[in-house]
């Protein structure tokens, strides 16, 4: 009985070895050449301590409860009022993840008549929260702003009467690419919408004070901008900026908001401290810009890999296996790179996505970067 009702799930398994698709969980190991942890917060003694704190003071671990019960911390009120001051926005509320927030944002704010434009490369957690909303969503090619254009005006040549929104992500994860901000922000304006920015990869290192590339949009008052503390600032959840109506209307209507326990307060006071380091210490971004720039000409001279222009640095290799091959002989030789593969990209584009943190160094940047073009050739 119990073999046959997981036959399918096994199917759905073997399916995926044979395309060299199935997922494994690896523990950490090597040297650090995939997080996300681009300033090095993630262990820094300063953001231990400021927790350390937390804990001698009182701080629970856990809220207890939704926020609308009895999990709304001090530390959350505090961490969304610091917050909204930082980037400049109305309000800001605070969410477990990128994830649960823009689940929340994009099932729950865009109304029935309205238009959902997305980048075709935006983020999985966008496309779940679209799958929920009542508004349509339609995809366009990536960072084509005439496309945009194109498909808000054939929507209203069909008679749509509602409100566009645009959604792009500022940094692209994959390809460590940037949006087209500006151009996009002019086009919502024009057509009288709405612009979500996805800060995730460029919060903490990009704009003035690492407040992000979108940074100046939210005074427009038709910006909504996700900042997520799990990447640059070292700890967890996400701090999403928009204005006031918007978020009491989240308060009131986002399932993912409401019926979950609130994030740790712990980590409340953590993402306040990784604000106030992002202000004290912005010798961090520019070590970060260094080690970019040097991982660039290692790259590109050792593999003709054209520069990202950021911390990602995506090294397309094409074949699943392939790609699978070369991430298990870098994990061997104590690299800790991984292979990307469909759905999480395009079909045909499996890559090892390789990112540049403060956890590593020139001389690992430039050992890493020969070990792998050895590898490249030798794996065809």
Request: with cysteine; aromatic share 6%.
């Amino acid at each position: 009985m119990r073999a046959a009702a997981l036959a399918r799930y096994e199917a759905t398994l073997a399916g995926l070895h044979r395309r060299a698709r199935v997922r494994t969980l690896l523990q950490q190991q090597g040297v650090d050449f995939t997080s996300n942890d681009y300033l090095g917060l993630a262990n820094a003694p300063r953001l231990k301590a400021a927790i350390s704190d937390a804990i001698e003071r009182g701080v629970p671990a856990g809220a207890g409860g939704s926020r609308l019960l009895r999990g709304n911390d001090p530390e959350h009120v505090a961490l969304e009022a610091e917050a909204a001051s930082f980037f400049g926005t109305e309000k800001v509320l605070y969410f477990g993840s990128g994830y649960a927030a823009n689940a929340a944002l994009f099932s729950t704010l865009p109304q029935r008549d309205d238009l959902i434009i997305h980048d075709a490369l935006i983020h999985a957690s966008a496309h779940d929260g679209m799958a929920a909303s009542k508004a349509e969503a339609v995809a366009v090619p990536h960072s084509d702003v005439a496309a945009f254009d194109r498909a808000i005006r054939r929507w209203r040549a069909k008679g749509g009467k509602g409100r566009p929104w645009i959604a792009v992500e500022s940094l692209y994860s994959m390809d460590g690419d940037q949006a087209p901000l500006r151009e996009l922000a002019e086009l919502a304006s024009r057509h009288d919408g709405f612009l979500v920015v996805d800060e995730a990869h460029a919060t903490g290192l990009l704009g003035p004070g690492g407040r992000g590339l979108a940074s100046g949009l939210e005074s427009h008052g038709n910006a909504l901008v996700l900042h997520t503390c799990g990447k640059a600032l070292g700890v967890s959840g996400a701090l999403l900026g928009l204005p006031t109506v918007f978020a009491d209307y989240l308060v009131n209507r986002a399932r993912n908001f409401i019926y979950t326990t609130a994030p740790s307060p712990l980590m409340a006071a953590g993402v306040r401290e990784a604000l106030r380091m992002l202000a004290d210490e912005p010798e961090r971004r520019l070590r970060l810009q260094g080690l970019t720039s040097f991982a660039g000409e290692q790259l590109r001279s050792r593999l003709g890999v054209d520069p990202s222009g950021s911390q990602i640095r995506p090294v397309l290799i094409g074949d699943n296996a392939r790609a699978l091959r070369i991430a298990a002989r870098m994990q061997k030789a104590d690299y800790d790179l991984r292979a990307i593969r469909p759905p999480t990209v395009p079909e045909g584009t499996a890559r090892l996505r390789i990112s540049i943190t403060l956890n590593v160094d020139e001389d690992r940047i430039a050992d890493m970067a020969a070990r792998l073009a050895a590898v490249v050739e030798e794996e065809v």
